[in-house]
C-alpha cells in the first residue's frame, strides 16, 4: 500500500501553486498544528467535505511487555 507524506503533500501544492516549497511546509505544518491544539484543548474540528476530528476519552488499560513474564 502507497502513502502520502506531509512532503508529498508540499511538493505536490508548491508544483499547483508555484509557491515556494518552505512557504508550502510552513502553511501546512501551521494547519496541522492548529488541528492538533484544537483536539488538545478539547476543541472538535471540522473540515468539510473531507470528515470531523474529536477527541475521544478511552478507559485506560495495563499495558504489559509480553517478553517478560
Do not use: C, W, Y
Amino acid at each position: 500500500m502507497a502513502k502520502l507524506t506531509k512532503r508529498d503533500i508540499v511538493v505536490a501544492i508548491s508544483n499547483q501553486t508555484g509557491m515556494v516549497q518552505h512557504e508550502v511546509f510552513d502553511v501546512v505544518q501551521r494547519t496541522l498544528d492548529k488541528i492538533t491544539d484544537s483536539l488538545a484543548n478539547n476543541i472538535a474540528v471540522e473540515l468539510r467535505n473531507f470528515g470531523v476530528f474529536q477527541p475521544r476519552l478511552t478507559k485506560p488499560r495495563v499495558g504489559r511487555n509480553p517478553n517478560q513474564p
